[in-house]
């Protein structure tokens, strides 16, 4: 079964601490990319990764980071730094073929709670 | 830069009523347009897509039309159910770069 996986469905964070969100996808797709949603509110990009051992920042990377070891993964880590990381972040990925106009498709999504 | 717009919600419909969301997007070139739509806790799931100018996506009794001389591509149903109560978001990307989304459009279909 083809898709994209993230884990878990809910994490809760204590103040002053990094937490790391995992996106894992089996669809052999090159490009990846995390989108944070804030209740009520549009999606919004928060890095991306077009291929391994590469990645872009999107417009709202402050306090996060990623990696990109293996075409399959891309974590997400929300630091300290990261005043506000309550919202619904959403991992998504696309095969660039064709120009970039294949489909993206999005894994179910993990919510991020400050306690 | 590339853009997306679409019509702010909450859109508030009667069972079986007709439904439209419209949507129209700026870019260079020729882009491929979706619509995805998202229900309550979940992550967004394509509807349709489009790739070129006069194509007409649809799926599940929604449809769009890519529209090159209007830059728009706008969603609609003729009978709308409960079920499809949900957020409804237009993208559009024109290469290798990242999608770019409308804000998103709520839709609460009564009985």
């Known amino acids: 079964d083809g898709g994209i996986t993230q884990s878990p469905k809910y994490l809760f964070r204590k103040e002053g601490q990094n937490v790391t969100l995992s996106c894992e996808q089996n669809?052999?797709?090159?490009?990846m990319y995390w989108y944070r949603q804030d209740p009520g509110q549009g999606l919004r990009l928060i890095y991306y990764?077009?291929?391994?051992?590469?990645?872009q920042k999107g417009d709202i990377a402050e306090g996060y980071s990623v990696s990109r070891e293996k075409k399959e993964s891309f974590p997400l880590t929300v630091t300290s730094a990261q005043k506000n990381p309550t919202a619904f972040y959403l991992c998504?990925?696309?095969?660039?073929?064709?120009?970039?106009?294949?489909?993206?498709?999005f894994g179910p999504g993990t919510r991020l709670l400050v306690l | 830069g590339d853009s997306v717009t679409q019509m702010e919600g909450p859109v508030t419909l009667s069972e079986e009523a007709f439904l439209t969301i419209n949507c129209t997007y700026t870019?260079?070139?020729?882009?491929?347009l979706f619509w995805y739509v998202q229900y309550p806790g979940e992550g967004l799931q394509l509807l349709l897509k489009?790739?070129?100018?006069?194509d007409k996506g649809s799926n599940k009794g929604f449809e769009a039309t890519y529209r090159k001389e209007t830059t728009s591509f706008h969603l609609e149903k003729g009978s709308v159910q409960v079920s499809d109560s949900a957020v409804y978001f237009c993208?559009?990307?024109?290469?290798?770069?990242?999608?770019?989304f409308g804000k998103g459009t709520r839709l609460s279909v009564i009985a």
């Open positions: 669809l052999n797709h090159d490009a």
């Open positions: 993208a559009s990307v024109g290469g290798n770069t990242p999608l770019v």
């Open positions: 870019a260079t070139g020729y882009p491929s």
């Open positions: 998504a990925s696309r095969s660039p073929s064709r120009g970039g106009r294949e489909t993206q498709y």
């Open positions: 489009a790739t070129k100018a006069d």
């Open positions: 990764s077009q291929i391994v051992n590469d990645f």
